[in-house]
């Protein structure tokens, strides 16, 4: 019986630096502008200590993420969090939630959840691209595959 596999969890935080991506695995994570932040905001316009992640238990033994503005100890940031065009101090993360932690510095939260029941990595999957510029003409495609036919009359 294959070992039920838990879904991922992803940040995608854009900043002045570029975008980065955070798988989140730990059940603790400060964001903000100090060096010392497991995840780090590079701009002048979000606090050292801007926020935390930490992670909380389903009942199905799998979990989800809080988002938190400010530390731990209570300390909140100077400009709050926009989370989906809400200002909030804490909120629930679910899949495609989008954080404002201050002018052209934001994340995106990604749930990704497991598509196999297997737990084998060594799978191969046979995958077929096409060209999105040909319709349904099944002349050009068999010619893509190697495949040379002749046309009817």
């Not at 070992?3 to 059940?27: C, M, T, Y």
């Not at 701009?43 to 050292?48: D, H, T």
């Not at 065009?85 to 954080?99: C, F, P, S, V, Y």
């Not at 068999?142 to 036919?149: D, P, S």
Request: with cysteine.
């Amino acid at each position: 019986m294959a070992a039920k596999k838990h879904p991922q969890h992803l940040l995608i935080v854009e900043d002045d630096k570029g975008r980065k991506e955070f798988p989140l695995e730990n059940s603790v994570y400060s964001i903000g502008r100090e060096s010392t932040c497991d995840i780090r905001l590079y701009s002048q316009f979000v606090s050292r200590r801007h926020a935390t992640l930490v992670r909380r238990p389903r009942e199905d033994g799998s979990y989800y993420y809080r988002i938190v503005d400010g530390d731990l100890k209570g300390k909140l940031s100077a400009n709050g969090l926009l989370i989906n065009g809400r200002k909030l101090q804490a909120h629930d993360l679910e899949d495609e939630d989008a954080i404002v932690f201050g002018p052209q510095v934001r994340a995106v939260y990604y749930l990704i959840k497991p598509t196999l029941d297997s737990t084998d990595s060594n799978e191969e999957w046979e995958i077929t691209l096409t060209n999105p510029e040909i319709e349904d003409d099944t002349e050009e495609l068999n010619i893509l595959n190697g495949n040379v036919i002749e046309r009817e009359s």
